[in-house]
């Protein structure tokens, strides 16, 4: 059985601090503005890069959750 990747499995996998408060630190720290893709933001290394990209064309349960942190990367980004 293969288990539902989660936020704190994401960064584990990106090779990022998975706690809680690091992930929402993260996610302040790191707003993208509405028109930069998660996969073109700057601070990511070209394997993170890679591992994001191949996530999202997988269509799976890891797509899902590289959405949710897209979706929090552009928080500050959305039109209100």
């Known amino acids: 059985m293969s288990v539902r990747p989660r936020m704190t499995n994401l960064f584990e996998q990106l090779g990022l601090d998975s ?3 690091a992930i929402e630190l993260f996610i302040a720290t ?3 503005n509405a028109k930069t893709k998660i996969t073109e933001a700057d601070y ?4 993170q890069r890679q591992f994001l990209a191949e996530k999202i064309k ?5 797509a899902i959750i590289v959405d949710q942190l897209n979706e929090s990367l552009h928080e500050d980004s959305v039109e209100k």
Request: a negative charge.
């Open 30 to 32: 790191h707003q993208l």
């Open 44 to 47: 990511w290394t070209e394997g």
């Open 19 to 21: 706690s809680e408060e």
């Open 58 to 62: 997988s269509d799976g349960s890891w």
